[in-house]
Structures are given as C-alpha cells and as structure tokens.
C-alpha cells in the first residue's frame, strides 16, 4: 500500500491560454528539482527536464510543492521564461 509520502508533491501549472492543469508526482521529485537546480536549470529549462518537454499551450508558471523525502516542506514557483 503507497504511504502519503508516495505521492507528496504537488504540481500546478497555469498555461498561457489561460487553462491550468494539476498533477501528482512522487516525493523523490523534489529531490531531483533540488539536483536539477543545483547544476543551475532555471525556467522553462528546469520545466523541460523534471516534467515535460511536449507542452501544447506553453506554461506561465509552474508550481511545485511538497513534502521532500527528509521532511521539509518545499515550494517552487517557476516562470516559464
């Protein structure tokens, strides 16, 4: 059985048509944003390598949030720029 952990993070996005759109990743996907920032993605680059490359409508920004894997919470908003 998934613990709440499994599925802990949180990620909206607003498009530029003005739709939006959610979904759940798993905790570890925190982790791998802290890793991708660290080797200094940004923007719609960050974006493209922790969720998607095959946008139809384009992001504004995205928002991810969550409880990382250690326990601390972590929120991120993105600009698709």
Do not use: C, F, N
């Amino acid at each position: 059985m998934p613990s709440e952990h499994d599925e802990a993070v949180k990620v909206y996005v607003r498009l530029v048509d003005g739709g939006d759109m959610e979904m759940r990743l798993p905790a570890e996907a925190l982790q791998r944003l802290e890793r991708l920032e660290a080797e200094g993605y940004t923007g719609k680059w960050l974006i493209h390598e922790l969720l998607t490359d095959d946008w139809g409508p384009p992001p504004v920004v995205v928002t991810i949030s969550g409880t990382h894997p250690d326990g601390r919470w972590i929120e991120r908003k993105i600009p698709y720029d």
